[in-house]
Protein backbone atom coordinates (compact mmCIF):
# COMPACT_ATOMS: atom_id res chain seq x y z
CA UNK A 1 0.00 0.00 0.00
CA UNK A 2 1.20 3.50 -1.13
CA UNK A 3 1.13 5.85 2.43
CA UNK A 4 3.00 8.91 3.92
CA UNK A 5 3.99 8.56 7.43
CA UNK A 6 4.70 11.74 9.47
CA UNK A 7 5.54 10.77 13.11
CA UNK A 8 5.74 14.49 14.97
CA UNK A 9 2.41 16.15 15.52
CA UNK A 10 3.96 18.55 16.80
CA UNK A 11 6.83 20.79 17.39
CA UNK A 12 8.29 23.60 19.50
CA UNK A 13 11.47 25.38 17.36
CA UNK A 14 13.32 28.34 18.89
CA UNK A 15 13.49 31.10 16.41
CA UNK A 16 16.40 31.42 14.24
CA UNK A 17 17.10 27.66 14.13
CA UNK A 18 17.27 24.93 12.13
CA UNK A 19 14.67 22.21 11.88
CA UNK A 20 13.76 19.01 10.27
CA UNK A 21 10.21 17.51 9.80
CA UNK A 22 10.41 13.94 9.05
CA UNK A 23 8.68 12.06 6.48
CA UNK A 24 8.78 8.60 5.15
CA UNK A 25 6.89 7.21 2.41
CA UNK A 26 5.66 3.72 1.12
CA UNK A 27 5.45 2.50 -2.49
CA UNK A 28 6.84 0.18 -4.95
CA UNK A 29 6.75 2.61 -8.31
CA UNK A 30 10.18 3.40 -9.46
CA UNK A 31 8.78 6.43 -10.43
CA UNK A 32 7.19 9.04 -8.00
CA UNK A 33 7.31 12.84 -6.27
CA UNK A 34 7.50 14.07 -3.52
CA UNK A 35 6.19 17.18 -2.22
CA UNK A 36 6.34 19.41 0.79
CA UNK A 37 3.15 22.07 1.68
CA UNK A 38 2.68 24.56 4.18
CA UNK A 39 -0.66 25.64 5.46
CA UNK A 40 -0.72 28.44 8.15
CA UNK A 41 -3.65 28.94 10.05
CA UNK A 42 -5.42 30.93 7.44
CA UNK A 43 -5.94 27.62 5.56
CA UNK A 44 -4.33 28.16 2.01
CA UNK A 45 -1.74 25.31 1.47
CA UNK A 46 1.47 26.83 -0.15
CA UNK A 47 3.62 24.32 -2.53
CA UNK A 48 7.11 24.46 -0.63
CA UNK A 49 9.90 22.14 -2.58
CA UNK A 50 9.50 19.16 -4.75
CA UNK A 51 11.74 15.89 -5.29
CA UNK A 52 11.51 13.59 -7.88
CA UNK A 53 12.49 10.21 -7.21
CA UNK A 54 15.40 9.81 -10.13
CA UNK A 55 16.77 13.26 -8.97
CA UNK A 56 20.09 12.43 -7.43
CA UNK A 57 20.59 16.17 -5.61
CA UNK A 58 18.86 17.00 -2.83
CA UNK A 59 16.31 19.85 -3.48
CA UNK A 60 16.75 23.47 -2.27
CA UNK A 61 14.29 26.62 -2.68
CA UNK A 62 15.60 29.16 -0.13
CA UNK A 63 15.27 28.40 3.03
CA UNK A 64 14.36 24.81 2.49
CA UNK A 65 15.80 22.15 1.62
CA UNK A 66 14.38 18.12 1.22
CA UNK A 67 17.15 15.37 2.63
CA UNK A 68 16.06 12.53 0.31
CA UNK A 69 17.17 9.36 1.37
CA UNK A 70 15.89 6.89 -1.31
CA UNK A 71 16.88 3.35 -0.02
CA UNK A 72 15.25 4.77 3.55
CA UNK A 73 12.09 5.95 1.45
CA UNK A 74 12.63 9.44 3.56
CA UNK A 75 12.07 12.68 2.78
CA UNK A 76 12.65 15.33 5.24
CA UNK A 77 12.09 19.26 5.04
CA UNK A 78 14.73 21.06 6.49
CA UNK A 79 14.03 24.68 7.24
CA UNK A 80 17.25 26.69 8.05
CA UNK A 81 16.81 30.02 10.36
CA UNK A 82 13.23 29.44 11.48
CA UNK A 83 11.06 32.51 11.72
CA UNK A 84 8.04 33.43 13.39
CA UNK A 85 5.86 33.22 10.16
CA UNK A 86 6.99 29.34 9.57
CA UNK A 87 4.77 28.46 12.07
CA UNK A 88 2.14 26.16 10.45
CA UNK A 89 0.94 23.03 9.43
CA UNK A 90 3.19 21.39 7.24
CA UNK A 91 2.23 18.18 4.77
CA UNK A 92 4.41 15.60 2.93
CA UNK A 93 2.62 14.30 -0.45
CA UNK A 94 3.57 11.51 -2.49
CA UNK A 95 2.37 11.43 -6.44
CA UNK A 96 2.96 7.87 -7.36
CA UNK A 97 3.75 7.94 -11.17
CA UNK A 98 0.51 6.56 -12.13
CA UNK A 99 -2.24 8.35 -10.42
CA UNK A 100 -3.88 10.41 -12.32
CA UNK A 101 -2.16 13.08 -10.51
CA UNK A 102 -3.60 12.84 -7.11
CA UNK A 103 -1.83 13.26 -4.19
CA UNK A 104 -1.30 10.78 -1.48
CA UNK A 105 -0.61 13.26 1.66
CA UNK A 106 0.35 12.53 5.32
CA UNK A 107 -1.40 13.67 8.41
CA UNK A 108 0.91 16.73 9.12
CA UNK A 109 3.62 18.05 11.51
CA UNK A 110 2.36 21.18 13.19
CA UNK A 111 5.08 23.60 13.55
CA UNK A 112 5.30 26.49 16.41
CA UNK A 113 8.19 28.72 16.11
CA UNK A 114 9.43 30.75 19.68
CA UNK A 115 10.74 33.92 19.84
CA UNK B 1 2.02 32.37 -11.79
CA UNK B 2 -0.15 29.02 -11.36
CA UNK B 3 -2.26 30.97 -9.35
CA UNK B 4 -5.83 28.88 -8.08
CA UNK B 5 -8.78 31.52 -6.82
CA UNK B 6 -11.53 30.12 -4.68
CA UNK B 7 -14.63 31.60 -3.84
CA UNK B 8 -16.52 32.41 -1.55
CA UNK B 9 -13.75 31.95 0.92
CA UNK B 10 -16.25 31.96 3.64
CA UNK B 11 -20.25 30.98 3.46
CA UNK B 12 -22.33 30.70 6.81
CA UNK B 13 -25.64 29.25 6.12
CA UNK B 14 -29.18 27.59 6.60
CA UNK B 15 -29.80 23.84 6.52
CA UNK B 16 -31.43 22.72 3.93
CA UNK B 17 -29.35 25.24 1.59
CA UNK B 18 -27.39 24.74 -1.39
CA UNK B 19 -24.04 26.08 -1.50
CA UNK B 20 -21.96 26.84 -4.67
CA UNK B 21 -18.21 26.88 -4.46
CA UNK B 22 -16.26 28.30 -7.18
CA UNK B 23 -12.13 27.22 -8.33
CA UNK B 24 -10.55 29.28 -10.66
CA UNK B 25 -7.35 28.96 -12.58
CA UNK B 26 -6.00 32.46 -13.47
CA UNK B 27 -3.21 32.39 -14.89
CA UNK B 28 -2.86 28.71 -16.73
CA UNK B 29 -5.47 26.12 -18.28
CA UNK B 30 -6.36 23.74 -15.66
CA UNK B 31 -7.13 20.28 -17.55
CA UNK B 32 -7.27 18.40 -14.04
CA UNK B 33 -8.89 19.65 -10.78
CA UNK B 34 -9.27 18.33 -7.08
CA UNK B 35 -11.82 19.08 -4.73
CA UNK B 36 -10.67 18.31 -0.85
CA UNK B 37 -12.16 18.29 2.49
CA UNK B 38 -10.57 19.00 5.56
CA UNK B 39 -11.83 18.65 9.19
CA UNK B 40 -10.02 20.66 11.96
CA UNK B 41 -6.35 18.96 12.95
CA UNK B 42 -6.40 16.72 9.78
CA UNK B 43 -4.89 16.04 6.39
CA UNK B 44 -6.82 16.26 3.64
CA UNK B 45 -9.27 14.22 2.25
CA UNK B 46 -9.83 14.10 -1.45
CA UNK B 47 -13.40 14.15 -2.24
CA UNK B 48 -13.02 14.14 -6.34
CA UNK B 49 -10.81 14.26 -9.39
CA UNK B 50 -12.48 16.48 -11.75
CA UNK B 51 -11.17 16.56 -15.34
CA UNK B 52 -12.24 19.43 -18.01
CA UNK B 53 -14.99 18.41 -20.29
CA UNK B 54 -15.85 15.06 -18.68
CA UNK B 55 -17.92 13.60 -15.14
CA UNK B 56 -15.89 13.90 -11.95
CA UNK B 57 -14.04 10.86 -10.48
CA UNK B 58 -15.14 10.00 -6.75
CA UNK B 59 -13.49 8.92 -4.01
CA UNK B 60 -15.01 5.93 -2.10
CA UNK B 61 -17.92 7.18 0.17
CA UNK B 62 -18.42 10.75 -1.12
CA UNK B 63 -22.13 11.04 -2.44
CA UNK B 64 -22.24 12.35 -6.18
CA UNK B 65 -25.75 13.55 -5.54
CA UNK B 66 -24.59 15.75 -2.02
CA UNK B 67 -21.54 16.96 -3.51
CA UNK B 68 -22.20 18.32 -7.56
CA UNK B 69 -19.12 18.86 -9.62
CA UNK B 70 -19.06 20.34 -12.52
CA UNK B 71 -15.21 21.60 -14.79
CA UNK B 72 -17.17 23.37 -17.49
CA UNK B 73 -13.94 24.90 -18.87
CA UNK B 74 -10.19 24.95 -18.55
CA UNK B 75 -10.14 27.31 -15.91
CA UNK B 76 -13.25 27.09 -13.46
CA UNK B 77 -14.58 24.10 -11.71
CA UNK B 78 -17.00 24.20 -9.19
CA UNK B 79 -18.16 22.02 -6.04
CA UNK B 80 -22.01 22.48 -5.25
CA UNK B 81 -23.28 21.10 -1.74
CA UNK B 82 -26.75 20.26 -2.21
CA UNK B 83 -29.15 20.37 0.47
CA UNK B 84 -26.38 21.27 3.02
CA UNK B 85 -26.93 20.21 6.99
CA UNK B 86 -24.89 20.96 9.27
CA UNK B 87 -22.29 17.99 9.01
CA UNK B 88 -21.42 18.84 6.08
CA UNK B 89 -19.82 21.71 7.90
CA UNK B 90 -16.49 21.91 7.34
CA UNK B 91 -13.13 23.51 5.27
CA UNK B 92 -13.49 22.74 1.68
CA UNK B 93 -10.10 23.47 -0.55
CA UNK B 94 -9.91 22.74 -4.37
CA UNK B 95 -6.31 22.70 -6.58
CA UNK B 96 -5.67 22.56 -10.37
CA UNK B 97 -2.75 20.19 -11.76
CA UNK B 98 -0.08 22.88 -12.68
CA UNK B 99 1.24 24.12 -16.26
CA UNK B 100 2.80 20.72 -17.15
CA UNK B 101 6.41 22.18 -18.01
CA UNK B 102 7.76 20.04 -15.45
CA UNK B 103 9.77 16.88 -15.29
CA UNK B 104 8.04 13.61 -16.38
CA UNK B 105 4.53 14.87 -15.52
CA UNK B 106 4.91 15.67 -11.80
CA UNK B 107 3.67 19.55 -11.66
CA UNK B 108 2.70 20.18 -8.46
CA UNK B 109 -0.92 20.71 -7.50
CA UNK B 110 -1.95 24.68 -6.73
CA UNK B 111 -4.30 25.92 -4.23
CA UNK B 112 -7.22 27.77 -3.77
CA UNK B 113 -7.40 29.52 -0.42
CA UNK B 114 -10.22 27.21 0.66
CA UNK B 115 -13.94 27.94 1.75
CA UNK B 116 -15.08 27.85 5.02
CA UNK B 117 -18.99 26.44 5.47
CA UNK B 118 -20.61 26.58 8.04
CA UNK B 119 -24.34 24.96 8.19
CA UNK B 120 -26.78 26.58 10.98
Same mark, same amino acid.
Given at each position: AQKITQTQPGMFVQEKEAVTLDCTYDTSDQSYGLFWYKQPSSGEMIFLIYQGSYDEQNATEGRYSLNFQKARKSANLVISA #???? !??AMYFCAMRP? !???YQLIWGAGTKLIIKP | GAVVSQHPSRVICKSGTSVKIECRSLDFQATTMFWYRQFPKQSLMLMATSNEGSKATYEQGVEKDKFLIN? %????LSTLTVTS %????? #?SFYICSARGPSSWDRGMEPQHFGDGTRLSIL
Open positions: #SQLG !DSM !DSN | H %ASLT %AHPED #S
